[in-house]
C-alpha cells in the first residue's frame, strides 16, 4: 500500500492512497489534515526533510496515532519519503509492508 502527502505550510493533507482498506481510510480521515509535528512519521519526514523507516509499528515508543492507522490498515512496517523543491518540504510519499515487522538485519 502506498499514500501521498501535501504540506501546504500549515497543514498536511493526504491527497491519494493506493489499496487502502475502508477502516484505514476512515482512520486516516480522522488524522488529516493536520499541523504537522513529530508524532507521525509522515510529518517527521515532512519536517526533517530526512527518510523515515519504522520497522515495527508495534514497538514501544511509537506515539498514536500511527499504531492506530498501522492497525487499520494492517501493516506493521512504513517507510515515509520527504518530497522536496528548492530544499523545501512540499509532502512526502509512504510505502508500507502489509503483515508483520521488517525482518532484522545483521
Known amino acids: 500500500m502506498s499514500a501521498v502527502y501535501r504540506f ?3 497543514l498536511i493533507h493526504n491527497i491519494a492512497h493506493h489499496n487502502w482498506t475502508v477502516e484505514g481510510i476512515k482512520a486516516l480521515s480522522r488524522v488529516y489534515p493536520r499541523s504537522p509535528s513529530r508524532d507521525t512519521q509522515i510529518a517527521a ?3 526533517d526533510r530526512k527518510v523515515v523507516h519504522v520497522p515495527d509499528s508495534e514497538a514501544p515508543g511509537i506515539p ?10 494492517g ?9 522536496l523543491k528548492d530544499g523545501n518540504s512540499v509532502g512526502a510519499i509512504a510505502v508500507v509492508r502489509l503483515g508483520g515487522p521488517s525482518p532484522t538485519r545483521p
Open 8 to 10: 501546504d505550510g500549515t
Open 45 to 47: 519526514a515532512i519536517l
Open 64 to 73: 498514536e496515532p500511527s499504531p492506530i492507522i498501522a492497525r487499520a490498515l
Open 75 to 83: 501493516y506493521r512496517s512504513l517507510l515515509a519519503v520527504p518530497m
